[in-house]
T-cell receptor
Framework: DAKTTQPPSMDCAEGRAANLPCNHSTISGNEYVYWYRQIHSQGPQYIIHGLKNNETNEMASLIITEDRKSSTLILPHATLRDTAVYYCIVCRTIYNQGGKLIFGQGTELSVKP | SAVISQKPSRDICQRGTSLTIQCQVDSQVTMMFWYRQQPGQSLTLIATANQGSEATYESGFVIDKFPISRPNLTFSTLTVSNMSPEDSSIYLC??????????FGAGTRLSVL
């Protein structure tokens, strides 16, 4: 599975959009981009995933570049409860079996009042 | 999303003993995974548990130390054997649900004295 590179930490003002970048320059054509977050040593929480098209759900938006070598997770209106470590993971999945999630160090996002 | 219950939520154990961690999910799932998160570190995959077959272990993890059972499609156990202080970690299970999304339990916080 391809590796990812994320900034170790970021700050964001409450109410503003948080844009978390991720580089995955060695991604293969059949690998998805997944985003998870972990709040204070709780179990990781799934946020969103995509293959090549941009995706949006109730939590966030995922923007994947056309060459798929990088992506950005957007939290449109960050709140204090979004303070967490965010993990960008690329993974090849098999239908109904998922895939091995290889966690890097992630980005520690601090949302400040 | 899946409802995943892990037991115990935390434990303090003596070195040389063993602890069995249970993972129960509220619906049938094909794949379950076990992860370890050492203090201050990211998650590391221990093994993949597929119902009806032997667990598949990642490099650095062996069955004698971390035996896994998967008796049915809703349940799995991970045993941490002959524990030492280096085994002090959070142990998490995850399940693969439709749309190939992995959901995580809250984790078991283990301290070995």
């Amino acid at each position: 599975d391809a590796k990812t590179t994320q900034p170790p930490s970021m700050d964001c003002a409450e109410g503003r959009a948080a844009n978390l970048p991720c580089n995955h320059s060695t991604i293969s054509g059949n690998e998805y981009v997944y985003w998870y977050r972990q709040i204070h040593s709780q179990g990781p929480q799934y946020i969103i995933h995509g293959l090549k098209n941009n995706e949006t759900n109730e939590m966030a938006s995922l923007i994947i570049t056309e060459d798929r070598k990088s992506s950005t997770l957007i939290l449109p209106h960050a709140t204090l409860r979004d303070t967490a470590v965010y993990y960008c993971i690329v993974c090849r999945t098999i239908y109904n079996q998922g895939g091995k999630l290889i966690f890097g160090q992630g980005t520690e996002l601090s949302v400040k009042p | 999303s899946a409802v995943i219950s892990q037991k115990p939520s935390r434990d303090i154990c003596q070195r040389g003993t063993s602890l069995t961690i249970q993972c129960q999910v509220d619906s049938q799932v094909t794949m379950m995974f076990w992860y370890r998160q050492q203090p201050g570190q990211s998650l590391t995959l221990i093994a993949t548990a597929n119902q009806g077959s032997e667990a598949t272990y990642e490099s650095g993890f062996v069955i004698d130390k971390f035996p896994i059972s998967r008796p049915n499609l809703t349940f799995s156990t991970l045993t941490v054997s002959n524990m030492s202080p280096e085994d002090s970690s959070i142990y998490l299970c995850s399940v693969v649900y439709p749309m190939d999304i992995q959901y995580f339990g809250a984790g078991t916080r283990l301290s070995v004295l």
